[in-house]
């Protein structure tokens, strides 16, 4: 049986090495940081001394991997999963308007929801509803070089329907400004939203914090099953030889008892290890986008949804945690260097236009957290760049959301790549 050596304790790297674990084959994890989970983990609150996530993540039914692999590693009660897709949008005049599918026949109950959605005149539903049907017939690779806004407008799209829906969902999957992201990309998640069934459509719920749901069982589950996570293990180097991989050095030791390397690293990471000119022109094409959360904790909650998408608003997502809340702002580039007083004082004001339930003297505490370098933008150089890209080495194998070309940096294209990775490893075994 093969011995596999994965770097970086991430979404992508823990999944690997999770699927590798389950079937058996000896693995050995190194993380640089003293923790888990690499962009998606949680802490304690200094000042509350609450378990909050670093960045919220919205998870959905068609997340086919990351429910495996939560199967996988026994986290399965950690989640709750919607009977229903059921989304409360909130606009600037604090309406309620529901995209709500509340029935299982598929896929009339998706018609239904659309049709309903009160947040768009009659005529602007069905002309939601035309484009969600062209999906079918609509090829992601025809639309590369198409940004998601042009696309939209092509189709008909108007300012009101981008603002009510299309540009909360974009914003959402992509965590890009729809004026940057290719098209091929949000036809893509589109389609394996919508058109995958009713489970796919069905949001995803945590009711523990990230740690407790990937990070603490997957660690638990590797080493459970001749499994090895070494942390505080920074690789400094890769050394090669004819097409193999020979050794990793990290900054106190050399490893070379393996028969697979897999890179879960980010780009930026891999690509200072080996001087791949490979990795350099991808790298060049690669541009990153921030996220940013507030958590806030309430005198009084009053809010009575588990999490409210807001048109038309620098605060795109609330979610609700009963002893806090959590805002979340995607593609946040002009918060990145704003001050956290300017910042709460500016969304507190928002808050309290869009609902009644909120003031600004209800604010006990608050943290807020800037991911700067959250996810990469999905543009077409980005795509073109990675579509083709293959590595002349054997043993040595990629994984991480940047792998996936036609997908969105989120977790489950990174646990889907670490599971792709090991799948490749389990072949080799057979």
Known sequence: MSRVL?????????????FLADAGINTKLLEASPKLGGRAYSFQDSKTGDTIDNGQHIMMGCYDSTLELIETIGASDKIDIQEYLRVVFIDRKGVEHKLEASSSFYPLNL????????????????????LFLDLVCIEADDLIDTKVLQWLKNEHQDDAAISALW?????????????????????????????????????????????ELFNVPASKFIEQNNGQILLSKRVTGIEMEENSIKRVNTTNETYNDFDFVVSALPLYSVEKLAGFPEFEEIAKEMSYSPILSVHIWLKENNFNERFYGIIDSPVHWLFNHDKYITIVTSAADKFVTTPDEEIIESFSRELSNVFPVFSRDLILSYKIIREKRATFIPTAESIKARQNFRLKFE????????????????????????????????????
Request: aromatic share 8%; hydrophobic share 50%; with cysteine.
């Open 111 to 130: 018609s239904k929801a659309i049709l309903r959605y009160s947040a768009l005149s009659i005529k602007k539903r069905f002309r939601v509803l035309d």
């Open 6 to 18: 994965i770097l970086g304790g991430g979404l992508a790297g823990l999944s690997c090495a999770a």
């Open 167 to 211: 540009e909360i969902l974009a914003i959402g999957t992509l965590n890009s400004d729809i004026k940057k992201a290719s098209a091929a990309v949000f036809v893509n998640i589109l389609k394996k939203i919508f058109f995958a069934g009713n489970e796919a459509t069905k949001i995803i719920i945590p009711n523990v914090g990230l740690s």
């Open 395 to 430: 043993n040595f194998l990629l994984c991480g959301d940047w792998t996936e070309a036609f997908l969105p940096a989120t977790i489950e294209t990174a646990v889907l790549s670490g599971k792709k990775a090991a799948e490749y490893i389990l072949e080799q075994n057979l």
